[in-house]
């Protein structure tokens, strides 16, 4: 199947950056696109940002130039600079990859773990 490796996350003050990163690996034949979702309790997980294997990138509203994405294809890996971070910012980060096993297979959504993004003072 298919893992993934996130790194990054943590404890930042309002202002402040991180650099969230997350890689592949397993049962991988192609990966379509790759990006980091977030959630809060209570509350729907929501797109941050996405990139496909040619670049076209994707951001939830909320970004506002604040955030960019960039991928590895070579190594499985997408990157996201927060910049600017915010106390609403605070959520679970999850990367989410497009994924085909195989050469005649179908793209399924894979997900990882989750790293906890805290912005506080």
């Known amino acids: 199947q298919v893992q993934f490796v996130e790194s990054g996350g943590g404890l930042v003050q309002p202002g402040g950056s991180l650099r969230l990163s997350c890689t592949a690996s397993?049962?991988?034949?192609?990966?379509?696109?790759m990006g980091w979702y977030r959630q809060v309790p209570e509350k729907k997980r929501e797109l941050v940002a996405s990139i496909t294997d040619s670049g076209v990138t994707l951001f939830g509203d909320f970004v506002q130039g604040r955030f960019t994405i960039s991928r590895d294809n070579a190594n499985n890996t997408v990157f996201l600079k927060m910049n600017d971070l915010q106390p609403e910012d605070t959520a679970v980060y999850y990367c989410?990859?497009?994924?085909?096993?195989?050469?005649?297979?179908?793209?399924?959504?894979?997900w990882g773990q989750g790293t906890q993004v805290t912005v506080s003072s």
């Open positions: 989410n990859g497009r994924i085909r096993t195989s050469r005649w297979g179908i793209v399924n959504s894979y």
């Open positions: 397993g049962s991988i034949f192609g990966i379509t696109a």
